[in-house]
């Protein structure tokens, strides 16, 4: 019986060590950029456009919350599935487009705040979300159920935290560009987010007209990215001059 | 010494043990493995609110501990009852693989789901599962009455190769399951052991088909792994056709649970046929003759 006592405390203690050896350590900032200097105004271009659909539009899945009833009371009719959203005008929603390559190697001005996401009749609002790296999240739950926020990063720390009922918010920050990061609820696996986090703040997501605006530009050459979670991701070069506005539309197709 | 009570318990546990892997399937099929981010406590609860996914993970953690006090009760029963040292060291055995395996789930709740410890959880599972369907046969009236031996050349090496095979085939399921490797592996195996599993069956019945002990086995294995094949393609055609869904559809968590649940089976009886060929089979005289000339 001893025996068996101290190999299975071996056991457990190998297993264990080794499981330790798995955990993701957080990952350090980035060298620091140089200072950070206001974009010249005077010079600053802008990118705009769309993101089109062609082909059949899908048809947008329902969601059952049977599962959980304070879910299935926030809605008179059952909510949709945000993946695929086609706007009336044949654009697309939910895209991510961002400055892929091309963006000096500065510091951009911080942000004016923090970024939101919520949890609100057990469907995390926005669906889409765009935020600077090292940019405060501010986490809420407004629903009268359990959530857990589990992003799923490659390249960040994941986590997974409990946030109960109206509870507290939390704080979460990204350290490094990463596009995009899943965010899923496993007490309700129809959630999901997705948040794209960037070093500059050259990034949009395409909304309920499906078009984008990414101001404030240095003139350069640019890769611009735009990413969509079912349709994948297109680039396409683009060259803007000083205080030039220049339109540049993406299609995906369904 | 028959002790009926003893088998009854022990199959009552075989029975306990195989709910707990459906019910390990069902977090895993209905996404739920993270929905408590904590352990051993949930929402730092003994009883947390059970609704979604909490439903699934906590409950599972609820059959689990079940299942730990009746191994441990197991063991100690047999402990104080049983003559046979073997009997006693595989059941303390069982009790230390159970904790085990509670250890393995905590850390895949804590660390995240890695892989390579999901993976262990789910094989784990599956081999406590056959441990505990071997001490329901070795507690059994029909193990201590025995039976008459039988010559054959060779079932020995195929029962042990088509068992460990089905482990293979577990293990490679459970990789594909958790995203540690892609489905084809898992369907190249799927025709590996069903062949292999044909090729025992059909051995034993025709040498043995008049053998109750051997034949039995023999034919459950058969049916098993038939019903096995179809609910691994129902498994994955549920899946392919479920791809577009929001959450997981009771269809494909149904064919997928019963999937894993079969698989189960399939190990615990071939682990059983091959413990009945080991005791009712012996190998030809003239075969062990020339052997230990050899030697």
Redesign the interface.
Known sequence: MKKYGISFAVASALILSGCGGEKKEEPKSEAPAPAAAPVDEASAATINGKVAFSGTKPAMRNISMDATPACARAHQTPPKSEEVIVNDNGTLRYTFVWVKAGVPDRQWPAPSGPAQLDQLGCIYRPHMLGVRAGQDIEITNSDPTNHNIHPLPKVNREWNESQPPKGEKKVKQFPREEVMIAVKCNVHPWMRSWIGVVNHPFFAVTGEDGTFTIKGLPPGEYTLEAWHEKFGAKEVKVTVGAKESKAVDFEFKG | MNHPWLHRYALLLAACTLFLVVAGALVTS?????????WPLS?GKLM??M?????W?HGHRMVATTVGLLTIGLAIWIARVERRRWMK?LA??AL?AV??QG??GG?TVL??L?K??SISHACHAQLFFSTTVAIALFTSAAWRRGGRAVEDSGLHGLAIAVAASVFLQLALGAAARHQALGVLPHVLGAVLATGMVLWLVVRVLIRHADHDQLRKPALALLAIVVAQVFLGIGAYMSRIATL?????MPVMVAFTVAHVAVGALTLAVSILLAIQIFRYVRRPEAELVAQSVTA
């Not at chain 2, 609704?51 to 439903?55: A, K, M, R």
């Not at chain 2, 577009?244 to 997981?248: N, T």
Request: net charge negative.
């Open positions: 209905n996404d739920a493995g993270l929905s408590v981010p904590d929402y947390p609110e609704e979604g996914g909490i439903f993970e060291q303390w055995t230390a904790v085990a250890l393995l850390m660390f995240l890695p390579p410890v577009d869904a929001p959450q997981p």
